[in-house]
């Protein structure tokens, strides 16, 4: 197995992380690995919010990450923005995965956008106009290993 197929497939959702600090250049390039993402018609209508504040990274569900990327989603762009979204965030995935990094994609607790704090987490986040909440990436060095999902060969069929 070369070494893209071997990230692929040894990449799991962690869901438990050491203290460590994620290095600044490595989060940079995980981010950089989102921005060179595939998208409909190069429309690229994502913005990512990089966090290292570990208390703030916590009120996302993140499973004690040191780190987190924010992925937001440009309001009214293309048809294709979730799927570009999911793209950009799988693409940001496999790059901590190949950095040596566990990552959990998560869906934060609804109410986080939508309680009294919604307004203060956007600010303290430097939210931009015209762009909604998609995904987050939780960053981390993993405290333990994982396992990947087992494949389900029936999922795929050939013809030819
Ligand atoms: C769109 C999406 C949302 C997810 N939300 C969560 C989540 O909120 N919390 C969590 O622990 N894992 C979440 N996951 C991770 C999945 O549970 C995980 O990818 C799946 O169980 C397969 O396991 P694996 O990633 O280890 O292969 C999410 C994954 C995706 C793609």
């Excluded at 692929?8 to 950089?32: G, N, P, W």
Aim: charged share 15%; net charge neutral.
């Amino acid at each position: 197995m070369n070494e893209t197929l071997n990230t692929i497939h040894t990449r799991f959702s962690c869901r438990a992380y050491t203290d460590q600090t994620v290095e600044m250049e490595k989060l940079q390039a995980i981010a950089k690995a989102g921005l060179a993402a595939p998208s409909g018609q190069n429309k690229q209508p994502w913005h990512f919010i990089v966090v290292s504040d570990k208390e703030l990274v916590g009120k996302f569900g993140t499973h004690g990450a040191p780190a987190m990327i924010v992925v937001l989603k440009k309001s009214y762009s293309t048809t294709w923005v979730d799927v570009d979204c999911g793209i950009a965030v799988q693409t940001m995935a496999l790059a901590a995965a190949s950095l040596g990094l566990g990552s959990c994609i998560v869906d934060p607790p609804y109410l986080l956008f939508e309680g009294e704090e919604a307004g203060s987490i956007k600010e303290t986040l430097k939210w931009p106009a015209g762009y909604e909440f998609s995904i987050v990436l939780a960053v981390g060095y993993a405290a333990r290993s994982g396992n990947p999902h087992p494949l389900v060969a029936s999922k795929v069929h050939y013809i030819g």
